[in-house]
């Protein structure tokens, strides 16, 4: 294209960059990864802990 053109090229937008653009879908996907590895990471430590002795 002429580099003295005042028209916008039309490319498309990468979905990578779409999906980075997109504040609140980034705000959802970190906090249900944050709540699915900290509730796994709980629920394997309980499920491993040896059983308690009782006097």
Do not use: K
């Amino acid at each position: 294209m002429d580099p003295t053109s005042h028209e916008p090229d039309h490319e498309p937008v990468p979905r990578m960059q779409r999906l980075f653009d997109n504040m609140w879908l980034l705000l959802v996907v970190g906090l249900v990864v944050m709540l699915v590895v900290y509730t796994g990471w709980g629920m394997w430590e309980i499920l491993t802990m040896p059983q308690a002795t009782l006097p």
